[in-house]
């Protein structure tokens, strides 16, 4: 027996809180006591304009995230109904559409890494030089648009609800894995879980560390897809070719602006959708080769 289809009225009359946004006032005073400690300590774990500027973005993006609501729902609903099957309302149920969903995760920001064009909509995260609790508001006003990696949860039958509540559940957990003042936690902690000194790995811009610990929620991913790399020495933070500006809108577009200029500075479609798709950490050589190529016609 196949089950009743929703409608998007039918979820949306839930109403639904916003689990982020009850929660910013917390994070924001969590962030000041940060703060605090660091000036108090003499650690260099802040810049004040670059916290400002996080804190910018990150207001945006809950404004940007309740808008686009119906959207979202909209998707995901569209590919739960899809399928004739679904999951029980159990806690067993959130249980695996945390797992589920974080691998999915994994695979988003994994792509986001290896692919200009999601790169695109995940730079802003990256381009602070310091790593503390204000960098996880850094989420990318473009960032909306890899809700399609998140289709293999609806067409797995859990209901728009549940996706909503564990996806709310899993971008808080990023919350606390940004900090310096956490160090490496007990083994069965560190090799299950995505803690603070796996996150500043993956935030470094020290060459070992580039491209490693994807995980969200969980690490097992990077351990099972060989992207894993343990914190060795104090990570450098920030982008290999650092943007210098606390400006918002340069923050969120500086990475589509250079694609723009690279596709209309192109000489054919292949160099066109090369300079858009390729592997951005292959970038300059990509340029190279074309440029060779076109010396060589010459």
Avoid at 9 to 32: E, K, R, T, Y
Avoid at 37 to 58: C, F, N, P, Q
Avoid at 101 to 123: G, M, P, Q
Avoid at 224 to 243: C, D, H, S
Wanted: aromatic letters at 18%; one cysteine or more.
């Amino acid at each position: 027996m196949s089950k009743e289809k929703l409608t998007l009225d039918q979820v949306l009359s839930l109403d639904l809180p916003n689990i982020i946004l009850f929660a910013a006032p917390v994070m924001i005073g969590l962030v000041a006591l940060e703060w605090f400690l660091s000036y108090k300590e003499k650690k260099d774990y802040y810049d004040g304009k670059d916290t400002i500027a996080a804190t910018v973005i990150g207001l945006v993006n809950v404004a940007m995230s309740a808008g686009l609501k119906v959207i979202t729902f909209g998707v995901i609903l569209f590919f739960y109904n899809l399928v004739p099957w679904s999951f029980p309302n159990t806690w067993w149920s959130f249980v695996v559409c945390l797992f589920w969903l974080d691998f999915w995760r994994y695979w988003a920001h994994r792509i986001s890494h290896e692919n200009r064009f999601w790169w695109a909509t995940h730079v802003t995260h990256h381009n602070s030089e310091k790593y503390n609790w204000s960098v996880s508001f850094r989420l990318s006003w473009t960032q909306h648009i890899k809700i399609i990696f998140f289709i293999p949860v609806a067409l797995a039958g859990f209901h728009p609800v549940m996706f909503f509540i564990v996806h709310q559940l899993a971008v808080l957990y990023q919350f606390w894995i940004h900090t310096e003042y956490i160090d490496k936690l007990p083994r069965p902690i560190e090799y299950i879980f995505t803690t603070p000194s796996h996150h500043r790995v993956h935030h470094a811009s020290n060459e070992k560390y580039l491209d490693k610990n994807y995980g969200s929620t969980f690490i097992i991913w990077d351990r099972m897809f060989g992207t894993f790399m343990p914190e060795e020495e104090r990570p450098a933070y920030g982008l290999t070719k650092q943007v210098k500006s606390y400006n918002p809108l340069t923050l969120n577009f500086h990475e589509w602006a250079d694609i723009f200029r690279d596709v209309k500075n192109s000489s054919s479609l292949k160099e066109a959708f090369a300079m858009v798709f390729t592997r951005p950490s292959e970038l300059q050589e990509m340029k190279a080769k074309f440029k060779e190529k076109e010396r060589v016609k010459v």
